[in-house]
């Protein structure tokens, strides 16, 4: 009996120490450290509501807004992931046909790599310039923007990565772009 008051104790005092002291303690490091990360990355429109995360993708549709890249999950955050298709899967040529015709892609205009491919975790919020460009026209003629209003926006959202040190196109958070572009829209009626 001694020794199951014992382990007993032990269970409850490691349950105390994992589940709860050390996620306290990480949460409060992060806090003081990254606080607008700790507390999701949230992004707000210009009414102030919160419209996202600038961490996770979200779809758009809509013609008037920039698309990012294709999510394996739908963009549902609770169950990330990628589709762990094959290559030679015929699901996955489908899906690179039905996303080459709604880009309007050809050989001329290839569509760029990362708005045909879905990232490993299905919620990658960034794409590349490159594929940002690529969609300028769609953007620009649904909003009524000339071309080169809408680069600038691509320009001044750009982000460059720290960890981009060995090359590599800095990339552009879907969600802060389109946020910028209905910033443009409201000030430039």
């Not at 450290?33 to 429109?45: E, F, H, I, Q, R």
């Not at 489908?94 to 015709?101: F, Q, S, T, Y």
């Not at 790599?113 to 310039?129: E, F, K, Q, V, Y």
């Amino acid at each position: 009996m001694k020794e199951l008051l014992t382990n007993l104790r032990l269970v409850i005092l490691s349950v105390l120490l994992c589940c709860v002291a050390y996620p306290a303690l990480l949460l409060a490091f992060a806090q003081m450290v990254v606080p607008w990360k700790a507390d999701g990355s949230l992004l707000t429109n210009e009414q102030g509501q919160i419209v996202g995360s600038a961490q996770l993708a979200q779809a758009f549709t809509r013609p008037e807004y920039f698309w990012p890249r294709p999510s394996a999950v739908n963009y549902n955050a609770s169950a990330t992931g990628g589709s762990n298709l094959s290559p030679t899967n015929p699901r996955l040529t489908e899906r690179a046909r039905e996303l080459i015709a709604q880009y309007g892609g050809s050989t001329a205009a290839p569509v760029p790599a990362d708005l045909m491919a879905a990232s490993g975790s299905g919620m990658d919020p960034h794409i590349t310039r490159a594929a940002a460009r690529y969609q300028v026209p769609r953007v620009a003629a649904a909003r009524g923007l000339p071309l080169h209003d809408v680069e600038a926006v691509i320009a001044s959202a750009s982000e460059v990565d720290a960890l981009r040190v060995f090359g590599g196109e800095p990339l552009v958070n879907v969600l802060r772009l389109n946020l910028a572009l209905d910033a443009l829209a409201a000030n430039n009626p």
